[in-house]
């Protein structure tokens, strides 16, 4: 609860969210220096952090120094700790509501975000007007986060979706099904079935096959919806990408290095995953 002495943070673990962390912490290496901060406080920074999207070195004092925070956060993104973190934090809330650990189904789309002044790898999306980065995601039907890619936002989705499921491949036994757009159809489509063993399929809006309708005297022609309307199971992965957007620190990539931007996205997941293991 940050610093004993003051008052807690609405982003601070309370007890029994820190207990569901706890058994996934490293533990000291033996004979080194004792810690001067504990991991809960640490993570209660990191999530201070990610929550109001301030910069490392603009960290309240009551906090532990900016320094070992991000000492830490770098360190565990390095050791795949966030990835393994989230993974087993999915695999429990997945179970807690009765599910299998392993999904069945899941929705690959992905999100172009601007960029800031830092540098790091970025391009232009064309079709989004966007100059920065693409968030890639596949999730499961409740829209928790299986596998997610940051890369420059002039790849498209069709290239995007081999960088993202390739490292997946044999690690998905029991899925069947994936939902996705028209940007993955053709041969990102049957690469996606042929590589995964799963079946593709590609949800369009519902007048993309209408040609002509015959419209009879006195009957006004059908009107095409505009805006932002919902889709069948795509609607899934596109709340996922507004529960990223509450964590300010993902309103846009300030991160040089896109590895940062994923373990920000696991590490936001991972806040949301384990407040709901908590909730009674």
Request: glycine letters at 8%; aromatic letters at 10%; hydrophobic letters at 40%.
């Amino acid at each position: 609860m940050g610093a004993m002495n003051q008052r807690p943070y609405s982003t601070d673990l309370t007890d029994a969210e820190w207990r569901y962390l706890e058994p996934h912490v490293p533990p000291p290496k033996p004979g080194g220096r004792p810690r001067r901060h504990s991991i809960r406080e640490i993570l209660n920074a990191m999530f201070y952090v990610l929550r109001s999207g301030c910069a490392w070195r603009l960290m309240p004092h009551d906090l532990p120094p900016w320094k070992t925070v991000y000492h830490y956060f770098r360190l565990w993104r390095v050791q795949g700790l966030w990835e393994r973190l989230h993974a087993a934090l999915r695999a429990a809330v997945r179970m807690k509501v009765g599910r299998d650990p392993q999904p069945t189904a899941a929705i690959i789309d992905s999100q172009s975000v601007k960029t800031s002044m830092v540098g790091g790898p970025r391009g232009y999306d064309g079709g989004k007007k966007v100059n920065g980065r693409k968030r890639h995601l596949l999730v499961d039907t409740q829209g928790l986060v299986i596998r997610a890619l940051v890369h420059p936002a002039n790849i498209t989705d069709r290239d995007g979706a081999t960088l993202l499921l390739a490292p997946l491949q044999g690690q998905l036994p029991r899925l069947q099904y994936i939902w996705a757009d028209s940007a993955y159809s053709g041969k990102a489509r049957e690469w996606m079935e042929a590589t995964l063993g799963c079946t593709v399929e590609i949800v369009k809006h519902w007048w993309t096959g209408v040609r002509w309708v015959w419209v009879g005297p006195g009957q006004e022609p059908p009107t095409i919806p505009s805006g932002f309307h919902v889709l069948p199971r795509r609607w899934v992965v596109e709340r996922t990408f507004a529960w990223l957007l509450m964590y300010r620190r993902l309103s846009k990539d300030y991160e040089e290095l896109p590895n940062t931007s994923e373990a920000l996205i696991y590490l936001a997941m991972s806040r949301l995953m384990v407040k709901r293991l908590a909730h009674t």
